[in-house]
């Protein structure tokens, strides 16, 4: 099977720009989690799509916002961008329950200038 | 809530030697906890996963990591350091309800020749 699969691998933007992060879950997996790591924070927990329907949350603003479509994948969409944006974003597919493994695609690593 | 606590963000070990990497968790319900593999501007890789089976749990690579509930730990271990082992370690909870990952600081680990 493939892999996740996320695009762009890498991004550059400026200050109050916005931008949108694809996700490609593995086949047959019906939730998306993304994830962002940075140095200070480390990996927090952004937001999760099963079928569709945001299920869980993380403690964001909501500039970061997200979607799935009925083939399960998924976009993030982060608006008025600030510096402490910058971070790697990381999505993981899995079946959806809490004892499955949840498998983490490259990234998309978000450089604001 | 649930956190985990990884301690030691840093540690050495010399080729050949035992790998010992910390965790600790809190979580007010019975926990699924996992670690996680990172190499240099990669994804996070599954090592292994305790979902309430055996208590010692046996991944890839040669490592395996023992839940211990009394001592709400969950610790990593190789016999043997390889210099390929050189790479960031997560370790993560969830649980039926969360079904998020909580993930520790993680522990860079560094095998000398």
């Known amino acids: 099977k493939a892999g996740v699969t996320q695009t762009p691998r890498y991004l550059i933007k400026t200050r109050g720009q916005q931008v949108t992060l694809s996700c490609s879950p593995i086949s047959g997996h019906r939730s998306v989690s993304w994830y962002q790591q940075t140095p200070g924070q480390g990996l927090q927990f952004l937001f999760e799509?099963?079928?569709?329907?945001?299920?869980n949350k993380g403690n964001f603003p909501g500039r970061f916002s997200g979607r799935q479509f009925s083939n399960s994948r998924s976009e993030m969409n982060v608006s008025t961008l600030e510096l402490g944006d910058s971070a790697l974003y990381l999505c993981?597919?899995?079946?959806?329950?809490?004892?499955?493994?949840?498998?983490f695609g490259p990234g998309t690593r978000l450089t604001v200038l | 809530a649930q956190s985990v606590t990884q301690l030691g963000s840093h540690v050495s070990v010399s080729e050949g030697a035992l790998v010992l990497l910390r965790c600790n968790y809190s979580s007010s319900v019975p926990p699924y906890l996992f670690w996680y593999v990172q190499y240099p501007n990669q994804g996070l890789q599954l090592l292994l996963k305790y979902t309430s089976a055996a208590t010692l749990v046996k991944g890839i690579n040669g490592f395996e990591a023992e839940f211990k509930k009394s001592e709400t730990s969950f610790h990593l271990t190789k016999p043997s350091a390889h210099m390929s082992d050189a790479a960031e370690y997560f370790c993560?909870?969830?649980?039926?309800?969360?079904?998020?990952?909580?993930f520790g600081s993680g522990t860079q680990l560094t095998v000398l020749p």
């Open positions: 799509y099963f079928s569709e329907t945001q299920r």
């Open positions: 993560a909870v969830s649980d039926e309800t969360a079904r998020q990952l909580t």
């Open positions: 993981a597919s899995s079946l959806g329950s809490g004892a499955d493994t949840q498998y």
